[in-house]
């Protein structure tokens, strides 16, 4: 008889906000106003897919997580059904319909934008999929970016 694995899921459901932003900017100077502009603190990560640029900020008074990423890259779209969108900026966390609403107008306020607006997460066909790269890139980032630790001592090339 085969044995059978059970995993875990989480114990809460995480909810996710999607907006999306059409405008004339490039991604570092989008991100720069944003950060003059909510007031946030938006830093550039490594690009996700190797082709999308990637900026993220924890509000950790509201506890949300904040993913701005491009849709387009030299030859590519993330989101097929968002080719008139250049970014998406993803919200993790608990966040209300009037906290939107005013994040949208506060990004409509920034010169060069031409709109921006709510995305349905059941419009998307891969956005789990998305979801899933972007953790694992997630993880990878901070795997590299921790130190190796003092005992840790090198042999012939190889940490041990």
Avoid: W
């Amino acid at each position: 008889m085969a044995k059978k694995t059970v995993l875990e899921s989480r114990t809460e459901a995480l909810s996710y906000t999607l907006a999306g932003v059409s405008c004339h900017l490039k991604d570092y100077r989008l991100s720069y106003l944003l950060n003059q502009k909510l007031p946030a603190s938006f830093k550039k990560l490594d690009d996700f897919g190797g082709n999308y640029s990637l900026y993220f900020y924890l509000d950790e008074e509201c506890r949300n997580s904040y993913y701005l990423v491009s849709n387009r890259s030299e030859d590519k779209i993330l989101f097929q059904e968002l080719k008139q969108t250049d970014f998406v900026l993803l919200v993790e966390g608990p966040f209300k319909k009037a906290q939107l609403d005013r994040l949208l107008k506060t990004i409509r306020t920034i010169p060069n934008v031409l709109t921006t607006f709510e995305i349905q997460v059941s419009s998307l066909k891969n956005f789990s999929g998305f979801l899933a790269d972007l953790e694992l890139h997630l993880m990878k980032i901070k795997k590299e970016s921790q130190p190796k630790s003092a005992s840790t001592k090198k042999y012939g090339g190889i940490y041990v």
